[in-house]
């Protein structure tokens, strides 16, 4: 009897593990459904790092490449090289940082030999990198270490001349920045809505020798490879309502705008007519509240539309959801245009 005893609170042990390991293994997809929410709605990235041969994925706040690599405490020297650039803002997951680190290598031209610490393995960029000039026609090519002693592990390059006399030079063309009002966001918050991209130009110059020395150089042609895109950076613009503007608030309440439109809804009032429901454009003949043209449109909305700021508002709603969709579009159409 006695054995029975603990055979059976040994089964009830084992029954009790697999029912919480079942368990466990039902409840994961919501764990990670959670987790996926999680980061969905904290602003955070899982961002992929690549570095000499290893890879590191990490989940992070952090708003550009420089504070990734910041906080995974991964050091650069000068000439690494990252990409994208150390400022590009992170924007979705799936995110992907390129590290390059830098190596030594010589480039010989000549009798002159340069050291240099580059992050490229381009020969003719590794020569640009070591400090010459390298024209239209010329050729680097890398070639055995001839010298351990002289050059260590460096990589060892040749640049041979072939009397070039054009040169080809190619320059970023750096990208503007762009703002655009959204009164649906507090003012004082930005969003960034689309990150920049430098653009590319490529340049090609006759050049000029004397004694085998360049003396100078004549633009042959200027392309634009590769055209820059602008940064996009929402500002909050939305607006309040201020004490004075209550009595125009509450016919625009009373007449259906919603509160959540009732901020922006008041600040285009206001830039039209200020909440008078008799104004009048002396050029135009622009008619009330809505500064409607004709003032008579406003009939659809009640036949009191000359007195009343209720109908007028009443018909305004209609006219700036038909044409820009809502209070917003109408703002910002009246932002880039001082009408609407």
Known sequence: MKLHYKLRNLLSALILLIMAAFLTLQALPVVEAAFAEETATTGEHFVTIYDDGTTLTVKTAAATVGEVLERAKITLDSADRVEPALDTALTGDNFYINIYRAHPAIVIDGQIRQYVMTASYDPKQV????GFTVYDGDEVAQEPNASFLEAGVAAVYRLTRNGGRTITVETSIPY????????TLKKGETRL???GEDGRQTTVYEVQFENGVEVSRTLVSETVTLEPVSEIIIIGAQPSISPAQEQCAAWAREAGVSEADLAIAIDLIYRESGCRVDATNAYSGAYGIPQALPGNKMASAGADWQT??????????GYVNSRYGGWSGALNFWDAHHWY
Do not use: G, K, L, S
């Open 308 to 317: 009343n700021p209720v109908t007028q508002i009443r018909w305004m709603i």
């Open 193 to 195: 809505e689309r990150p």
């Open 127 to 130: 020569a640009r990198d070591a």
């Open 176 to 183: 503007t920045t762009e703002t655009r009002p959204d009164y």
